[in-house]
Nanobody, 123 residues
Framework: QVQLVESGGGLVQAGGSLRLSCAAS????????MGWFRQAPGKEREFVAV????????VYADSVKGRFTISRDNAKKMVYLQMNSLKPEDTAVYYC????????????????WGQGTQVTVSS
C-alpha cells in the first residue's frame, strides 16, 4: 500500500507563509490523485486542496482559494502545499491523502492518509 509522510508544519504568525511536504512510497505515485485535508481542534476534517494525476488540474476549498497552492513532483513522489497569508483559522493538523479514484474533494474517497503535521498560526 501507499505510505504518506507529511512534514513542514510549525508555528507561524498571521500573514506569514509555510510550505508543507508529503513524501509518498511506492512506484505508482503518478497514478494517484493527491489531496490535502485539515482538522482543527474540536472540528470535523475538511477538504483543503486536491491535485490531478499530472498536477495540471487543481481544486481548492473556498476558505483557502487564492492563498494556498497545491503542487506535485511525480518524479520525486512528492506533493506540496504552499500556504500564504496564513490566518489563525488555518490552525489545524494537515493531512496528505491519496486516492486511485477520479479527482474528488470527499474525504471518504481517499484510501491512504499520512499521520498529519501540525500548523499553528498565531495572531
Amino acid at each position: 500500500q501507499v505510505q504518506l509522510v507529511e512534514s513542514g508544519g510549525g508555528l507561524v504568525q498571521a500573514g506569514g507563509s509555510l510550505r508543507l511536504s508529503c513524501a509518498a512510497s511506492g512506484r505508482t505515485f503518478s497514478r494517484y490523485v493527491m489531496g490535502w485535508f485539515r482538522q482543527a481542534p474540536g472540528k470535523e476534517r475538511e477538504f483543503v486542496a486536491v491535485s490531478s494525476l499530472s498536477g495540471v488540474s487543481t481544486v481548492y476549498a473556498d476558505s483557502v482559494k487564492g492563498r494556498f497552492t497545491i503542487s506535485r513532483d511525480n518524479a520525486k513522489k512528492m506533493v506540496y502545499l504552499q500556504m500564504n497569508s496564513l490566518k489563525p483559522e488555518d490552525t489545524a493538523v494537515y493531512y496528505c491523502a491519496a486516492t486511485a479514484k477520479v479527482l474528488t474533494v470527499k474525504g471518504p474517497d481517499y484510501e491512504y492518509w499520512g499521520q498529519g503535521t501540525q500548523v499553528t498560526v498565531s495572531s
